[in-house]
C-alpha cells in the first residue's frame, strides 16, 4: 500500500556549495528563533539561535535571517559539507504568557543532502 | 560536558504493558520538556515543566500517558497501558528559563510497542 507520513522539504546540493534552507512560523508572539540540526538517530542538536529583535546572527558557517514581517526565517550554510547532511527543524519560543510562556514549537523540518 | 541523559534508549514492549522512560536534565535547567517524534506527526510537544510544575500537557493523551518530575534531577513519563500507536522516539530537553536560551535535547528513548 501506499505509505503515507510527513513529506518533508528536501534539498540536495553538491559538496562546497551554499544551502538556504527556508522556514515560515505563524506565532507573532515568538520572540526567540532556533535552528537545530538532527542525524540519524540522534537527538536534535543547536545549531544557531536568534533574537527578534536582530535580523541576521552569523556562526561558523551558518547565517541566520530573520524577516519578522512576513514570519519567515532561514539558515544559510557556507561551502556545505557531507558531514552537514541531516534533518534541520527550525524552532520558535513563545514568551506570550500563560501556559505558552517559554514553550518551543517545531516546524515539519528539511532534509539536506550533500553530496561529494 | 553537560548533556540531557535519557534512559532506556531502546525499549520494545508488548501491548498493553506499562513503560516508563526517564530523563536527567542538565544541572540548574529549570525547564523540561518531553517531545515524541513520529514520520506521521513530526516532533509534537507532549509535556512542559517549569520548576517542576506541569505547565502544559495539552499534546498528551491523558488517559493513557503520564508526566512527573519527583524531582529537580528527574522527570518520567509513564504510558499505561502501551499501545502499538505509541512506537516513537521520545526526546526530553531542558534549558534555563530565560527569553533567549535554547535547550538541549536527550538522545531519545525509542520505543517500539509489539
Known amino acids: 500500500g501506499e505509505s503515507v507520513g510527513l513529506h518533508l522539504p528536501t534539498l540536495s546540493v553538491q559538496e562546497g556549495d551554499n544551502s538556504i534552507i527556508n522556514c515560515a512560523y505563524s506565532?507573532?508572539?515568538?520572540?526567540?528563533f532556533i535552528w537545530y540540526k538532527q542525524e540519524s538517530g540522534k537527538g536534535p542538536q543547536f545549531i544557531i539561535d536568534?533574537?527578534?529583535?536582530?535580523d541576521k546572527r552569523q556562526g561558523q558557517r551558518v547565517t541566520v535571517l530573520l524577516n519578522k514581517t512576513v514570519k519567515h526565517l532561514s539558515l544559510q550554510i557556507a561551502a556545505t559539507q557531507p558531514g552537514d547532511s541531516a534533518v534541520y527543524f527550525c524552532?520558535?519560543?513563545?514568551?506570550?504568557?500563560?501556559?505558552?510562556?517559554?514553550?518551543?514549537?517545531f516546524g515539519q523540518g528539511t532534509i539536506l543532502t550533500v553530496h561529494p | 560536558d553537560a548533556r540531557v541523559t535519557q534512559t532506556p534508549r531502546h525499549k520494545v514492549t508488548e501491548m498493553g504493558q506499562e513503560v516508563t522512560m526517564r530523563c536527567q536534565p542538565i544541572?540548574?535547567?529549570?525547564?523540561v520538556f518531553w517531545y515524541r517524534q513520529t514520520m506521521m506527526q513530526g516532533l509534537e510537544l507532549l509535556a512542559y515543566?517549569?520548576?517542576?510544575?506541569?505547565?502544559?500537557d495539552s499534546g498528551m493523551p491523558k488517559d493513557r500517558f503520564s508526566a512527573e518530575m519527583p524531582d529537580a534531577t528527574l522527570a518520567t513519563l509513564k504510558i499505561q497501558p502501551s499501545e502499538p500507536r505509541d512506537s516513537a522516539v521520545y526526546f526530553c530537553?531542558?534549558?534555563?528559563?530565560?527569553?533567549?536560551?535554547?535547550?538541549?535535547f536527550g538522545e531519545g528513548s525509542w520505543l517500539t510497542v509489539v
Open positions: 544541572l540548574g535547567h529549570n525547564t
Open positions: 506565532n507573532s508572539a515568538s520572540d526567540y
Open positions: 515543566f517549569r520548576n517542576r510544575a506541569p505547565l502544559d
Open positions: 536568534i533574537r527578534s529583535n536582530m
Open positions: 530537553a531542558s534549558g534555563p528559563m530565560s527569553s533567549g536560551n535554547t535547550i538541549y
Open positions: 524552532a520558535e519560543k513563545d514568551w506570550s504568557g500563560g501556559t505558552s510562556y517559554g514553550k518551543l514549537t
